[in-house]
Nanobody, 124 residues
Framework: QVQLVESGGGLVQAGGSLRVSCAAS????????MGWFRQAPGKEREFVAA????????HYADSVKGRFTISRDNAKNTVYLQMNSLKPEDTAVYYC?????????????????WGQGTQVTVSS
């Protein structure tokens, strides 16, 4: 069982930066691939970024590539999403998720555990 708690969301102006974090419980965090998804009002949840168990492999949605960076610190049981050059269309609830596998997962159905989400709002 893994519990995930996101933090760091907030309101930022377009062009600004924000880092969201996800703290995981349990001693097996390093055996999980991690991912970030987001859901905007009236839209389906979409994939944002994923990272393998070691952090050696990452994958991004085209819409955030070059602007967002996913990373993890297995010693702290935490995964991060650094968001730069934010746009109003990045406004959404951002969810952290854990997949019981070592390699990257990009589909929501591949993830076993989800956090409660953190709101990110980008003003124009």
């Amino acid at each position: 069982q893994v519990q995930l708690v996101e933090s760091g969301g907030g309101l930022v102006q377009a062009g600004g930066s924000l880092r969201v974090s996800c703290a995981a419980s349990g001693r097996t965090f390093s055996s999980y691939a991690m991912g970030w998804f987001r859901q905007a009002p009236g839209k389906e949840r979409e994939f944002v970024a994923a990272i393998s168990w070691s952090g050696g492999n990452t994958h991004y949605a085209d819409s955030v590539k070059g602007r967002f960076t996913i990373s993890r610190d297995n010693a702290k049981n935490t995964v991060y999403l650094q968001m730069n050059s934010l746009k109003p269309e990045d406004t959404a609830v951002y969810y952290c998720a854990a997949a019981g596998r070592y390699v990257i997962a990009t589909l929501s159905g591949e993830y076993d555990y989800w956090g409660q989400g953190t709101q990110v709002t980008v003003s124009s």
